[in-house]
């Protein structure tokens, strides 16, 4: 399971806000906005921190009639947060009308985690107060098991339950787990807490830390150690600018989930659409949507940094496909450094007939940046047009790669290696995980992926 830091953003004001964030030189850290922060400073905090590239979860927990909940989340559905709250003390009737009105008219929504019991509850106070006799650990199951038959997609809870919930509601359910200290920390007026490797280790999915953030000497340096005892390592792990999305075990279903949330890849297999090529396909897939999204931009162009460096270190140079890598070819380059170029489908008929743009040396190792590969046709005519030119190709990343038989044959038959941030199979389990299509339909979209032109997948005959 992939693991992120969320900031618990607690100030009383706008200004403070934003000049903590600006320490964060190069990291958009995901945080969160509670109600203290967002009662002082309205939407417009919200939209500020989205627009400055940050994920955002909302805070605001929600709990009133079905009626007023769900009028309430269809205003909050505008403000773009990432993850949105409510209680599931508040009923399945309330959860389920709170998930039918933050759903926007194009199907699109935020995250809804409902709370279960806060971890400033003890058993004490839950028995004595709240006139609960179960054990802690009951309760929160069930109100977990209940946000899960509502439709939601995690809950709030303590690391101390996140593994049980995990059982019980599968490991798709996602756990955000606020009560996290370091070990030579101060509790403050959490009870049931853990360190961030404890919390880890537990099974959590993200882990919310204020105070020993925000109050530190050095918040920079408290984050990064709160990402260094609790988020994976290696280059598939979620750093500083990329948070992942619910059942994400590596950067691939994270990307996976982020390309289904602004609709770059959407499936729809009991209305196909219709290829170029006359081929019914299930699945439409637009990559270039990303640029327009800043988070996601930043999560897609520290990936393909991340696999640059990790599978192509020697790399002197990042050349884009024409139209579609070019955009991310210069981000990607900006961040690591490196010289850009592109290569045209044809040369140009003016001018110096240019087919390559941009500086390319003899014997200069590149890589080349696409933005999704299907039979592979395409990227495979910019290597062969850059070995002629003289470079060497170490060869390719891109963001996404339906995996088709063809395509790999082809890069296997020209020796071109290709790393993808994400793959149709772990978009298309990312899709039945969060509800977009049924997990029936996983099998249907692989059986298109193994043969295109069989199309018995269709109508759910396979």
Same mark, same amino acid.
């Given at each position: 399971?992939?693991?992120?830091?969320?900031?618990?953003?607690?100030?009383?004001?706008?200004?403070?806000?934003?000049?903590?964030?600006?320490?964060?030189?190069?990291?958009?850290?995901?945080?969160?906005?509670?109600?203290?922060?967002?009662?002082?400073?309205?939407?417009?905090?919200?939209?500020?921190?989205?627009?400055?590239?940050?994920?955002?979860?909302?805070?605001?927990?929600?709990?009133?009639?079905?009626?007023?909940?769900?009028?309430?989340?269809?205003?909050?559905?505008?403000?773009?947060?990432?993850?949105?709250?409510?209680? %599931?003390?508040?009923?399945?009737?309330?959860? +389920? !009308?709170?998930?039918? @009105?933050?759903?926007?008219?194009? &199907? =699109?929504?935020? $995250?809804?985690?409902?709370?279960?019991?806060?971890?400033?509850?003890?058993?004490?106070?839950?028995?004595?107060?709240?006139?609960?006799?179960?054990?802690?650990?009951?309760?929160?199951?069930?109100?977990?098991?209940?946000?899960?038959?509502?439709?939601?997609?995690?809950?709030?809870?303590?690391?101390?339950?996140?593994?049980?919930?995990?059982?019980?509601?599968?490991?798709?359910?996602?756990?955000?787990?606020?009560?996290?200290?370091?070990?030579?920390?101060?509790?403050?007026?959490?009870?049931?807490?853990?360190?961030?490797?404890?919390?880890?280790?537990?099974?959590?999915?993200?882990?919310?830390?204020?105070?020993?953030?925000?109050?530190?000497?050095?918040?920079?340096?408290?984050?990064?150690?709160?990402? %260094?005892?609790?988020?994976?390592?290696?280059? +598939? !792990?979620?750093?500083? @600018?990329?948070?992942?999305?619910? &059942? =994400?075990?590596? $950067?691939?279903?994270?990307?996976?989930?982020?390309?289904?949330?602004?609709?770059?890849?959407?499936?729809?297999?009991?209305?196909?659409?219709?290829?170029?090529?006359?081929?019914?396909?299930?699945?439409?897939?637009?990559?270039?949507?990303?640029?327009?999204?800043?988070?996601?931009?930043?999560?897609?162009?520290?990936?393909?940094?991340?696999?640059?460096?990790?599978?192509?270190?020697?790399?002197?140079?990042?050349?884009?496909?024409?139209?579609?890598?070019?955009?991310?070819?210069?981000?990607?380059?900006?961040?690591?450094?490196?010289?850009?170029?592109?290569?045209?489908?044809?040369?140009?008929?003016?001018?110096?007939?240019?087919?390559?743009?941009?500086?390319?040396?003899?014997?200069?190792?590149?890589?080349?940046?696409?933005?999704?590969?299907?039979?592979?046709?395409?990227?495979?005519?910019?290597?062969?047009?850059?070995?002629?030119?003289?470079?060497?190709?170490?060869?390719?990343?891109?963001?996404?790669?339906?995996?088709?038989?063809?395509?790999?044959?082809?890069?296997?038959?020209?020796?071109?290696?290709?790393?993808?941030?994400?793959?149709?199979?772990?978009?298309?389990?990312?899709?039945?995980?969060?509800?977009?299509?049924?997990?029936?339909?996983?099998?249907?979209?692989?059986?298109?992926?193994?043969?295109?032109?069989?199309?018995?997948?269709?109508?759910?005959?396979?």
């Amino acid at each position: 399971m992939g693991k992120d830091v969320i900031i618990a953003c607690d100030f009383e004001s706008a200004e403070k806000t934003l000049a903590f964030l600006d320490r964060f030189t190069g990291r958009r850290p995901f945080v969160k906005i509670g109600m203290e922060l967002f009662y002082a400073a309205g939407p417009a905090i919200v939209r500020e921190i989205k627009r400055r590239g940050h994920k955002i979860f909302l805070d605001l927990k929600l709990h009133d009639i079905p009626n007023t909940v769900k009028k309430t989340m269809a205003v909050l559905s505008g403000l773009d947060a990432d993850i949105v709250n409510l209680h %599931a003390a508040g009923t399945r009737r309330m959860m +389920e !009308a709170a998930l039918e @009105g933050l759903t926007r008219p194009d &199907g =699109t929504r935020p $995250l809804l985690i409902a709370v279960t019991q806060l971890t400033s509850t003890d058993r004490q106070s839950l028995e004595e107060e709240l006139l609960i006799r179960e054990p802690m650990e009951d309760v929160v199951l069930r109100y977990a098991q209940n946000a899960a038959d509502a439709g939601l997609d995690g809950v709030v809870c303590s690391p101390l339950e996140a593994r049980r919930v995990h059982e019980v509601c599968g490991s798709g359910f996602l756990t955000v787990t606020p009560g996290v200290r370091f070990a030579d920390g101060e509790k403050g007026d959490q009870k049931r807490v853990m360190t961030p490797a404890q919390a880890k280790a537990a099974g959590a999915d993200y882990i919310v830390v204020g105070r020993p953030i925000t109050q530190a000497d050095d918040p920079v340096a408290a984050y990064e150690r709160c990402l %260094a005892e609790f988020a994976d390592d290696g280059p +598939e !792990a979620v750093s500083g @600018g990329c948070s992942p999305a619910p &059942g =994400t075990e590596t $950067l691939k279903t994270k990307i996976a989930a982020d390309l289904l949330q602004i609709r770059a890849v959407f499936f729809r297999p009991d209305e196909p659409f219709t290829w170029a090529s006359g081929i019914k396909s299930p699945v439409y897939c637009d990559n270039r949507l990303t640029l327009s999204d800043p988070a996601v931009r930043t999560d897609v162009e520290e990936g393909l940094a991340a696999l640059i460096r990790t599978h192509y270190p020697e790399a002197e140079a990042l050349m884009g496909t024409s139209t579609a890598g070019i955009a991310h070819a210069a981000i990607t380059a900006q961040l690591m450094g490196l010289p850009m170029g592109y290569v045209r489908s044809g040369a140009k008929d003016h001018g110096r007939r240019n087919q390559i743009e941009g500086r390319l040396e003899s014997g200069q190792k590149v890589v080349v940046v696409e933005d999704l590969i299907s039979t592979g046709g395409s990227v495979l005519e910019v290597v062969e047009v850059l070995r002629a030119a003289g470079a060497e190709v170490l060869g390719i990343v891109s963001i996404f790669t339906y995996g088709m038989k063809k395509g790999l044959e082809r890069l296997a038959a020209a020796q071109v290696k290709n790393v993808s941030l994400t793959d149709f199979d772990t978009v298309a389990q990312a899709a039945a995980d969060r509800g977009y299509i049924r997990p029936a339909d996983v099998a249907r979209l692989i059986a298109f992926r193994n043969d295109p032109s069989d199309e018995s997948w269709i109508g759910g005959a396979i």
